[in-house]
């Protein structure tokens, strides 16, 4: 076994990485019950401080070597905070770490889904990860406003 107390034990320590996820603060849609996916939407004043207060507390519990987010605005600007208080220069952003496209339900209010759009909703509600969301070719986040 590894003793990494004792470096000049001879023996190899085990080297290991402590993974820490964080979702972002909250958006007005959050608040609206509004149905989010792919859409960009921004942090509000309360997601924004919940953003500092996690950054805060990473910052002092945890030795952060890197920040990953996805490119969505709401995320990048909460693992943008996390970095800021970390002393971390940069977040990798990538778009694969995007929560999952939701189709026909982004930019609605869950309870009008099942109503304008069955079989997405059904889809949603299921649990299966695996499962597309239908997509329509009209686009219902565009009626809805």
């Given at each position: 076994m590894a003793n990494s107390n004792n470096p000049g034990s001879g023996t190899v320590?085990?080297?290991?990485?402590e993974i820490i996820v964080v979702r972002h603060g909250e958006t007005v849609w959050n608040v609206d019950g509004r149905i989010q996916g792919h859409i960009d939407v921004e942090l509000n004043d309360v997601g924004r401080e919940q953003a500092a207060v996690v950054?805060?507390?990473l910052s002092r519990e945890f030795k952060v070597s890197?920040?990953?987010?996805s490119?969505?605005?709401?995320a990048s600007e909460t693992?943008?905070?996390i970095a800021a208080s970390c002393g971390i220069a940069e977040v990798i952003k990538d778009p694969d770490l995007r929560e999952r496209h939701l189709g026909d339900l982004q930019g609605l209010v869950l309870r009008e889904a099942a109503k304008l759009s069955d079989a997405a909703y059904r889809a949603f509600k299921s649990h299966?990860?695996?499962q597309d969301i239908p997509v329509c070719q009209t686009?219902?986040?565009l009626q809805t406003f």
């Amino acid at each position: 076994m590894a003793n990494s107390n004792n470096p000049g034990s001879g023996t190899v320590g085990l080297a290991c990485a402590e993974i820490i996820v964080v979702r972002h603060g909250e958006t007005v849609w959050n608040v609206d019950g509004r149905i989010q996916g792919h859409i960009d939407v921004e942090l509000n004043d309360v997601g924004r401080e919940q953003a500092a207060v996690v950054a805060d507390r990473l910052s002092r519990e945890f030795k952060v070597s890197a920040v990953y987010s996805s490119d969505l605005k709401r995320a990048s600007e909460t693992a943008e905070k996390i970095a800021a208080s970390c002393g971390i220069a940069e977040v990798i952003k990538d778009p694969d770490l995007r929560e999952r496209h939701l189709g026909d339900l982004q930019g609605l209010v869950l309870r009008e889904a099942a109503k304008l759009s069955d079989a997405a909703y059904r889809a949603f509600k299921s649990h299966r990860t695996n499962q597309d969301i239908p997509v329509c070719q009209t686009d219902l986040f565009l009626q809805t406003f």
